[in-house]
């Protein structure tokens, strides 16, 4: 299968209304009312195992008198879409107890009903250990692997995984608690595709997903009015699950799923992804008790991120006080410059660098490569508009590169600036990687992470995920390390301080 045939079927799950279905999972029931009329608009068809009226008898009926029975005092009902409240064991119409969680949506709330269910353990008992500061590696590591042991003792879920995406979307799983299982996924990577864009942009948005049973049915809602489809579950825990991930799950030997959306500085920096062989329901509370538990840990996270910023910053003061000493119009600011190239290289981890201003190249370690570095600034002059500009293979970008380079110039941070105190003269510093072979353990052939069916004699292709996750070792050559976040940090920092000095 080429990647032409399989770009528009990959483009198909990007288009999966995932929080329009119309659709929740089979376990629980659930209701939306509108918040200007107060109405019941729309319902879930399982509503009479539950509550013991039907769909249809409830539908178009007063919502906040019914509401009333188990939330006495309509203004505590959360406002702010997103906003929740969990209401346990909050009723019982003589089908069972039920814990209610109410989320608040654009345009009301949504009500949803589950059996209630007690927790494994007594939750506030569960408590991540406390790190000392400042965090090294070892202390990371060490938090990563409590984070998934808290959330296996938590939940009961069988294997517990840390995953973090890398910049292209594919992931990583950093941490790793199995209980029984002989395979391991510890160390593995999996494709971007595994998670479409459309389902990251909503595990952004949301604390956790939970999928307690992939083989039940979903189960329809009905609207007062129009399409079902019009209601936004963005903010429901009980949403159906796309087709396509069930049979992944399916082929993942996984009867049901959670997971905790990792949210760093804003952006979905992982997950914490829990499978288990059976079917298992976790409850609302022990849901969010994990979403307590991952807040800590991006907390810590961030400590150390800013830790790391913190001593990358100090050291890139100290090469740069002597720079900064010269006066403001001095031309010696570029000679002292030069003198601080190598070790500022040495912070950024470069094994080569260029200092060019306008087209003339002031000094290159790289220098045999006069007539490349000259072409490479007119290039990043013309095609780059960033002020911090980061390359993982130039000769995708500049085929003369590759021709005469022999791998040296692989990967390069360009970092321009405008010498505002010495004639507006445009200041090129660009640092080099060179290519290295790398291996990557992927879980599963990456070139094949889907398995297209049909297609004969004119009938529609199908896409389903592939069946194998066996450890498939990718060898890539012709790539330099990636510029991680460190590294474009300290690169940008470096931008604004050269724009403050020249
Ligand atoms: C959702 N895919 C997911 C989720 C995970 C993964 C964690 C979130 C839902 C859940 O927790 O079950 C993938 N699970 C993984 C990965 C690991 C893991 C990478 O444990 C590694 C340790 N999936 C495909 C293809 C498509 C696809 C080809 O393989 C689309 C064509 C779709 N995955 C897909 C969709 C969702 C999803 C649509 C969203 C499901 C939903 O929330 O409704």
Redesign the pocket.
Known sequence: MTESTLEPL?N??EQ?P?DHSGLIQDGGVLLHIERDSGLIAFVSNNAAAFLGDAASDLIGTDGRAWIQDFLPDVSDLPTGAGRRLLLERALDLGFGELDVLVSATATGWLIELEPALDPLVDLSRIALRAMPEPIDDAALTAAQQDLVDRIAEATGFERV?L?EFKADWS?E?LAERALRSTTA?LGLR?PA????AI?RA?YARTPY?H?PDVNREPIAILSATGPSGALDLTWSDL?S??P??RE??RNMQVAA???VSVIVEGRLWG?V?C?HPEALRVPIATRMRCQELVAQHVALLTAHRRQLQGAQLARLERELASVARISETDTAVLERLQDRLAPIARLLEAEGVALVVDDEIVQSSVTDSVELIRALHDWCVTHQSEKVAAVERLPDALRFVSQASNGRLCGMLAVSVRAKRHGNRLVGVYFFRPAESMEIAW?GNPEK??EVAGGASGSTLK?S?RHSFEKWVEVRTGFARPWDRLAMFTATQLQRRLEAML
């Open positions: 990959l198909e799950c999966e995932l995984m995953y992931g799983v996924y999996f595709s595994d998670i479409p389902a909503l997903r999928i949403r699950v796309s396509v991930h992944y799950l799923s959670f997971s997950l992804a499978h879980a992470p889907v896409l995920p």
